[in-house]
């Protein structure tokens, strides 16, 4: 009896499970919105970091409405102009900044795969100062 009662409550739940999982999905795909591009919206959003500056600005002009693809095309665009202004200052600095522009190198490249694979999820990952910036100006006018 133990074991019918333990099979009949671990169905129950796989049950609510699925239908909790049906409910998230659902939800999700009401909240997207449509794209003047004609790609979901998480692809473009990935695609901003992608060229950084150059798609990120596409992105921008195109994308007047969609306030999550407008968010990850202004945080590329901040991330790109201040990795260019930190790389411009740490190559005045002889051999220390050198170093450090190599050390920073790689860890800018895992930052920029990681805000692509958040901006594919459908996550609009902040980055500390510019992405507050980019939340900010992100609203569509």
């Known amino acids: 009896m133990t074991n019918n ?3 009949s409550e671990k169905k129950q739940a796989e049950h609510v ?3 909790i999982f049906k409910e998230e999905e659902s939800s999700l795909m009401l909240e997207k919105q449509p794209t003047i591009s004609g790609l979901d919206e998480n692809l473009a959003a990935l695609l901003c970091y992608i060229f950084s ?3 990120g600005v596409v992105f921008l002009v195109i994308e007047k409405e969609n306030k999550f693809i407008r968010f ?3 945080q590329a665009i901040f991330l790109f102009i201040f990795v260019f ?3 411009i200052i740490l190559g005045y600095i002889p051999l220390i900044g050198w170093l450090i522009s190599l050390l920073i190198s790689p860890i800018i490249f895992f930052l920029s795969v990681f805000l692509m694979y958040q901006a594919y999820q459908g ?4 980055l500390p100062i510019i992405g507050d910036m980019a939340e900010k100006h992100s609203t569509p006018k």
């Open 123 to 126: 996550k609009m990952f902040k």
């Open 53 to 55: 500056i150059v798609t």
């Open 17 to 19: 499970e699925q239908t």
């Open 85 to 87: 202004g930190l790389g």
């Open 72 to 74: 990850h095309a202004l």
């Open 5 to 7: 009662n333990q099979h």
